[in-house]
């Protein structure tokens, strides 16, 4: 008794094991095709981006930069890519063994099936089972044969109905095989595209990059000079953020430079947002990362380093700002360097939105999530529309990717 109980229980987990692979699995494909979109999106706009750019009188460091950007996207679809053509090859040879096992139990059910049609064939007449049921010793022994012969004819169905299911399955894994197949074949010539495409953008690369390392000491002057300007920007909006939450302290009778002093709706309000980190949309419509928070090593100039207090996004010319969630515009005000910028209180949250050539909005505004809130500034020099993007808490810099979603 322990031993089938035990055997019981070996089997429901066996069950639940596989039950789950399947789930995992699907999740897995669908998470990847997801994944793969969203490359071959950004590939396209990084494209677009640098194809619109070229007009322009750029550095050879710029391009390097955005042939790099598009270079490390490129790799990672490839890799996405050769991960659902492995899961598909998985797909393929489990349904193949699928099919091969489906086939011998149908021949095996069809030659039963068979032998029993010919057996019934030969005592079909009404009068055989007449006989065959008088030919009973007793009433008792009758009985029994005519539920026999209940049994042999449901028994007949019963095989009917199992080969008929038997060979709808197997066409239906028929039809699976050969999607799975044609999607795979699909993939297979995508990813010899892509790897073209890949060889092509390296061997451009490299040719870029002999020529910056020849003059390494100049770039990398270069590179400091640009870092200048961006942590004389930040200092900006560090400076912009402290008087902003002293001079609404000082309003509400605190003297608190760093802290916002919340109302319970502002305390709300805060709460709210941050029960949304991770799920908040992008700050426009479309675009692609050029500058990534925190400090990094400059992917080109390996003896340099590069450092934000948010994200830099290279977007559409003419694109909107927008706002990623509710809340009141404590600030609008012109940042040497970047144009202008617009700060946005939810609580003691604060996302910042700078580098704008219009704002469609003033201190005291009340924003709605999606709101346009400004114009993204286009460089007369580069051609980049470029959107600077911040997130605080107080005056604690957030790196905006824990934030927004699949950025």
């Not at 598009?70 to 659902?84: A, D, F, H, W």
Request: glycine share 4%.
């Amino acid at each position: 008794m322990k031993l089938n109980t035990y055997s019981k229980h070996i089997f429901i987990i066996a069950f639940l094991l596989i039950g789950c692979a399947k789930v995992y699995s699907q999740d897995t494909r669908e998470s990847l095709e997801e994944r793969r979109i969203e490359l071959r999106d950004e590939i396209q706009k990084i494209n677009s981006l640098r194809s619109s750019n070229k007009k322009k009188e750029k550095s050879v460091l710029t391009e390097v930069e955005d042939l790099d950007r598009q270079i490390r996207t490129t790799e990672n679809l490839i890799k996405v890519t050769n991960q659902q053509a492995n899961i598909l090859t998985r797909d393929i040879s489990s349904n193949t063994s699928k099919i091969q096992t489906l086939r011998k139990e149908l021949e095996s059910l069809k030659e039963d099936y068979g032998k029993m049609i010919q057996k019934s064939y030969k005592s079909k007449s009404q009068q055989s089972r007449i006989m065959f049921l008088l030919s009973s010793q007793n009433f008792l022994q009758a009985y029994k044969r005519l539920q026999y012969m209940k049994q042999y004819a449901n028994y007949r169905r019963k095989q009917g109905d199992e080969i008929k299911v038997k060979s709808e399955e197997l066409q239906v894994l028929n039809i699976n095989l050969l999607d799975q197949k044609k999607v795979k074949e699909k993939l297979v010539i995508e990813n010899r595209e892509t790897r073209a495409q890949l060889e092509q953008n390296r061997k451009s690369q490299q040719v870029l990059i002999k020529s910056i390392r020849s003059k390494e000491g100049v770039f990398a002057s270069q590179i400091k000079k640009k870092q200048q300007e961006i942590n004389a920007i930040d200092r900006q909006i560090d400076e912009i953020i402290r008087a902003s939450i002293a001079k609404a302290n000082k309003e509400s009778g605190s003297s608190s430079r760093d802290v916002y002093e919340l109302t319970p709706e502002a305390k709300a309000l805060a709460a709210n947002f941050a029960s949304n980190k991770g799920k908040l949309p992008w700050p426009v419509r479309s675009g692609v990362i050029s500058m990534r928070f925190g400090t990094q090593q400059h992917p080109i100039v390996k003896s340099t380093t590069i450092e934000s207090n948010g994200v830099r996004i290279d977007t559409d010319k003419g694109a909107k700002a927008r706002a990623i969630f509710g809340g009141t515009v404590s600030e609008v005000q012109a940042v040497k360097g970047a144009n202008k910028a617009v700060m946005v209180r939810h609580g003691d949250y604060i996302t910042i939105y700078n580098n704008l050539s219009n704002v469609y909005v003033t201190k005291g505004d009340v924003v709605s999530l999606n709101q346009d809130i400004g114009e993204v500034a286009t460089s007369s020099s580069s051609g980049k529309t470029t959107l600077h993007f911040l997130i605080y808490k107080n005056t604690d810099k957030m790196d905006p990717e824990d934030w927004i979603g699949k950025m």
